[in-house]
């Protein structure tokens, strides 16, 4: 196989997997480490793939690019339910839980309807939209004003004086990325001090991360890595990755979306 042939095919498992390791490579296409290596740099002064440590991630946006809620919503679609499925589980009747704005929280969403006695503050409109339609009669949703961004969120000073009132048992938190650096993050500043003002009203902090966040990196930090009670991913996470994330979180779970 030519070099160029091999570099597409590279660029091809990047792109349906969100990142693949180079001892992977060598193995699937039996040639060197340093050729792999060859390879990825090749792709990555092209702009087509990130270079991180043992590997390569599809080429991530800027620290400040915010995709909207409808172009997130299709990425990872059966990732995020097999997530939002697992973080059902941990909902208790009668209790007071936050979701945060985000494409997996609101998937989440869909399976609260169910749950007697139920308080859900969040500042989604996506979230609050699907409880309000389909949600119980003895549930109450608390949606915070403020201003609207591209993922459907409300944040600013109006959302962050809802949310510095209330004390909730449980947050979901939906990030734009994660790593040992920098902790969550987002890439929208209002965003990031509504965010961390829900992580403040929470007794507990579970994040939702599909495998596609690791070492993505937002311009401002929620909070650090081990500030979260659970993180639930998925099993497209790298296994290096899971190490990292296993010895800073309080609890790692991972998913399987093929079941």
């Known amino acids: ?15 349906r997997h969100g990142g ?3 001892s992977q ?8 480490d340093m050729t792999i290596r060859r390879d990825l740099e090749a792709l990555a002064d ?3 793939v990130d270079k991180v440590h043992g590997g390569a991630t599809i080429a991530g946006p800027g620290s400040t690019e915010e995709p909207g809620f409808d172009a997130k919503s299709v990425r990872q679609r059966n990732e995020k339910a097999a997530i939002a499925e697992r973080a059902a589980k941990l909902i208790e009747p009668h209790t007071a839980v936050a979701l945060s704005a985000g494409t997996t929280t609101a998937a989440l969403a869909a399976h609260l309807v169910d749950v007697p006695g139920l308080t859900i503050v969040t500042n989604s409109i996506p ?4 409880l309000y339609h389909a949600g ?55 965003e990031a001090g509504t965010n961390r003002l829900l992580v403040a009203a929470a007794r507990r902090l579970v ?36 190490v990292q994330l296993a010895e800073r979180v309080g609890e790692l779970i991972v998913v399987d979306p093929n079941g």
């Not at 490579?25 to 060197?32: P, W």
């Not at 979230?127 to 699907?130: E, I």
């Not at 209330?166 to 500043?189: A, I, K, W, Y």
């Open 25 to 32: 490579l060598v193995r699937q296409f039996g040639v060197s």
């Open 207 to 242: 994040v939702l991360a599909d495998h596609t966040k690791w070492e993505m990196v937002g311009i401002a930090t929620i909070t650090p890595l081990d500030e979260a009670d659970i993180l639930i991913t998925d099993v497209g996470l790298a296994a290096e990755a899971r």
């Open 20 to 22: 693949v390791r180079v």
């Open 46 to 48: 092209r702009g087509l």
């Open 136 to 190: 119980r009669p003895d549930q109450t949703v608390v949606l915070t004003g403020g201003i609207r961004t591209p993922s459907d969120a409300l944040a600013g000073p109006v959302a962050e004086a809802a949310i510095g009132s209330l004390n909730v048992d449980v947050l979901f938190l939906g990030v734009h990325g994660m790593s040992p650096r920098t902790g969550f993050t987002t890439p929208n500043l209002m």
């Open 1 to 15: 196989m030519l070099a160029q042939q091999r570099q597409a095919a590279i660029l091809d498992l990047v792109r």
């Open 127 to 130: 979230v609050a939209d699907t």
